[in-house]
């Protein structure tokens, strides 16, 4: 590679790593239009460890409301290593490790949940701006208090109906 070859590649690589930076910053903040800006107007989501429902392709602005619904009542902070990059052209794949940590008042068990994994994500380049296209959240344990999220709130319920339904489903 040249020089302006290896530079060229860090700073695509520092890119898809400020778009993963913005995504966590943004579920910690509740800042959903940034959130938002992460991704494609589609994208495929892999949350079956977590959810228990196969990989789907969705509208990004029906993924964001369901973020959104699905964290609002918890506090949020989540921080990300062992960052690494595959770069193709206008395509890229990249790993990130997350610990993602919740927290809500609570009368029935601890006041906190912890998700520990990493993401194993998709982008394209976009007019000049990466996005993710593919969201795969690999956990591996998860520790404290599920019950910290209530997936029978009425709107929440109605948002993951639209997001999980059989038409989004990804078939392979």
């Known amino acids: ?46 949350f079956e460890r977590l959810t228990g429902f196969p990989e789907i392709e969705v509208d990004a602005d029906v993924w964001t409301r369901f973020a959104d619904l699905a964290l609002a009542p918890v506090r949020r ?30 009368d029935r068990g601890s006041a906190e949940n912890v998700q520990y994994g990493w993401y194993e994500n998709d982008f394209e380049k976009r007019a000049d701006s ?22 029978n709130e009425p709107a929440l319920a109605a948002q993951m109906a639209l997001v999980f339904c059989d038409a989004n489903r990804v078939r392979q």
């Open 130 to 151: 990466w996005r993710i296209v593919r969201l795969s959240h690999q956990f591996q344990w998860v520790s404290g208090n599920d019950g910290l999220f209530d997936f």
């Open 77 to 106: 902070h989540h921080q990300y290593s062992n960052f690494s990059a595959r770069i193709d052209g206008d395509k890229a794949t990249a790993t990130t490790y997350m610990v993602a940590r919740h927290f809500r008042m609570t």
């Open 1 to 46: 590679m040249t020089t302006d070859e290896k530079i060229d590649a860090l700073w695509q690589r520092a890119a898809i790593e400020t778009v993963m930076l913005d995504f966590g910053r943004a579920l910690d903040l509740g800042d959903w239009e940034l959130y938002r800006q992460c991704f494609a107007d589609r994208v495929r989501v892999d």
